[in-house]
């Protein structure tokens, strides 16, 4: 193993796999751990994904290299392993969250991990993370049927078709459905439902994120100013932060990054 300044490339031998943090429609994410203890995130799909997998590499390398608060990989390399009846996959390793996802406080939000915060005054850092579906800018064409599908409910109007449109105004309205979910709305197709009646400051703030024509959406700028993100909250104690099973009750020991 040899290391860097911010990663580090894994000798060929496997890592052992300590307990499972999560899985997908094309994979799953396990505990690891190196020989000198520290405890990563291994991301595993069939080898037939392996260009997400870069693809996704290379995303997370370029948000952190302009300090956005991204999951941080532990290794700039897509590793391959054959498995027992010749079953071939491709792996990438990434920092672990020692507090899981949102999910595990509130509805959806499986992305966005939770991570100690080392700022005085803050409980914990957000960080996003499984950057797979995303499409880069002017990057490689990806052959065909070797993306995983994105998930529909989250698709812009006009992402969709063969005159798909991809700008920033197609997260913002990902970010709202996402929020909706979190607020605990069904959502089908294009319809929703909410059984709990939301607070007017949470409707407006929704209803800008969902704007079907694009340019009348609101910008990331315009919705961190508005009232519904800057209202004031009370904040959870430390120990009410949501802990993975595998980590539990310190049945696995080693650091983190």
């Known amino acids: 193993m040899s290391t860097s300044s911010d990663s580090w490339i894994l000798a060929e031998t496997t890592l052992p796999k300590l307990g499972c943090l999560g899985q997908g429609d094309h994979g799953y994410i396990s505990l690891v751990r190196t020989p000198d203890g520290l405890l990563m995130a291994k991301k595993t799909s069939f080898r037939k994904y392996s260009e997400v997998l870069e693809k996704e590499l290379r995303i997370l390398h370029h948000f952190n290299s302009i300090n956005i608060n991204v999951v941080r990989p532990t290794s700039p390399l897509v590793y391959d392993e054959t498995k027992p009846v010749n079953v071939k996959i491709s792996s990438i390793y990434m920092e672990i969250a020692p507090h899981g996802s949102l999910s595990d406080m509130i509805f959806k939000a499986e992305n966005v991990l939770i991570f100690p915060s080392y700022t005085h005054g803050e409980l914990c850092e957000l960080k996003l993370a499984d950057f797979g579906s995303a499409k880069e800018p002017n990057g490689p064409s990806p052959q065909d049927g070797s993306l995983f599908e994105g998930n529909p409910e989250y ?3 006009e992402a969709v078709g063969p005159r798909e449109i991809i700008s920033s105004a197609v997260d913002i309205w990902s970010f709202g459905i996402m929020v909706m979910k979190m607020l605990g709305a069904i959502v089908s197709g294009r319809n929703y439902y909410l059984a709990d009646e939301l607070s007017t400051m949470a409707w407006d703030f929704l209803r ?3 704007v079907r ?5 609101a910008t990331a700028e315009e919705l961190l100013s508005h009232p519904f993100v800057n209202q004031s909250l009370g904040v959870p104690q430390l120990e009410l932060l949501p802990v993975p099973s595998c ?5 696995v020991q080693g650091r983190f990054i």
Do not use: E, Q, T, Y
């Open 247 to 251: 980590l539990r009750n310190g049945v």
């Open 208 to 210: 800008k994120c969902i």
């Open 155 to 157: 698709l812009a109007p």
């Open 213 to 217: 024509n694009p340019a009348g959406r």
